[in-house]
């Protein structure tokens, strides 16, 4: 069975499928077109986010057994297409649910702390201990929205404050003992801080909008290491001023694709680079310079160890997928 491999991961990938018989090919640099023309010489591809896998792709495809995506989501794939051709879908959600939970944590801390601002005030020679008093977490309610492998980790990471965990899913009876099912309305009635582990659907694009957010009985804090498309961010800072949100940890924009660096281009003086500038959204210009905000570069599950995970796991999986092939044969 011939494997090909789109993007880098960590090494043990290519180490165990070789171990397991797999004939494992490498190609991080040529054209998606390119790609497709090759494509039909494999049964499998592993792929990160490089592009996009749609209908012309998985034609192209025509002995495709399996795509395995080293990542959670599966949103950079036509999976109803992939499916209707019979191909089986790998992710590895399980790998870094666990960096997931942590980095919510550590962001909802820090916002609750204001330890990105004290931290800034004091290398500026500032030592403004009663502006930087902060917020426990105890007593507070913590809503969850999408309660899969990411919502269930970050419930975990709660169990050590005294705080009431609820979640609400699309699927029922997901509720376990660190988190208590309930509905949406519930959820906005009762959170003082809610938390985003939701996949990128049709249901969640634009789902934190300006009427989401004023379903919400008390302003709270928002936490986003899902999917920077679930939030409309003009509506999420029209929310911040008028402190119905009180501050915002987001992992995710809805800016993050390649074009993201060019916002920032201010040393250029190319028609071009003005242009860019130009461009940057009046409410980013607000989530940069805002002292409740705090981000990060799409990074909550991009730790050193979800690295070995994320592989571990896809290599478990196609395996598994491979073994059950067999013996249905």
């Not at 797999?22 to 790609?35: C, P």
């Not at 390649?258 to 028609?271: D, G, Q, R, V, Y």
């Not at 905000?293 to 571990?312: D, F, M, R, Y």
Request: with cysteine; hydrophobic share 40%.
């Amino acid at each position: 069975m011939k494997i090909l491999h789109l993007d880098t991961n960590h090494p043990l990938l290519i180490e165990q499928l070789n171990a397991l018989g797999f004939t494992n090919d490498e190609d991080y640099t040529s054209s998606k077109e390119a790609i497709e023309n090759i494509m039909h010489e494999y049964d499998g591809f592993v792929i990160r986010s490089r592009f996009k896998i749609d209908k012309q792709f998985l034609d192209a495809a025509k002995n495709l057994k399996f795509i395995g995506r080293v990542g959670a989501g599966l949103e950079n794939i036509d999976c109803d297409y992939a499916q209707q051709k019979g191909i089986q879908l790998i992710a590895a959600p399980e790998g870094n649910s666990n960096a997931v939970g942590e980095h919510s944590l550590a962001m909802l801390l820090s916002l609750f702390n204001k330890l990105n601002k004290a931290d800034r005030e004091v290398r500026n020679g500032k030592w403004l201990r009663e502006d930087n008093r902060g917020l426990e977490l105890d007593g507070k309610i913590v809503g969850l929205i999408g309660y899969g492998n990411m919502g269930k980790a970050f419930a975990k990471k709660l169990r050590g404050f005294d705080v009431g965990v609820i979640c609400y899913d699309i699927k029922a009876n997901v509720g376990d003992q660190n988190a208590k099912q309930v509905s949406l309305e519930e959820l906005q009635s009762k959170a003082n801080v809610l938390s985003l582990h939701t996949p990128e659907t049709p249901l969640t694009i634009d789902m934190v909008n300006t009427s989401f957010i004023d379903a919400f009985q008390n302003p709270f804090w928002l936490i986003n290491t899902a999917r920077g498309k679930s939030v409309v961010t003009k509506d999420l800072v029209s929310a911040l001023q008028s402190g119905k949100i009180l501050g915002a940890g987001l992992d995710v924009l809805e800016y993050e694709k390649s074009s993201f660096e060019n916002l920032f281009k201010t040393n250029c003086h190319t028609e071009r680079s003005r242009s860019a500038i130009k461009e940057m959204p009046e409410a980013f210009k607000y989530l940069i310079s805002a002292e409740n905000v705090l981000l990060s570069p799409h990074v909550a599950g991009w730790t050193i160890e979800s690295k070995e995970k994320l592989a571990q796991t896809i290599v478990d999986k196609i395996k598994s997928f491979v073994i059950q092939n067999e013996r249905s044969d």
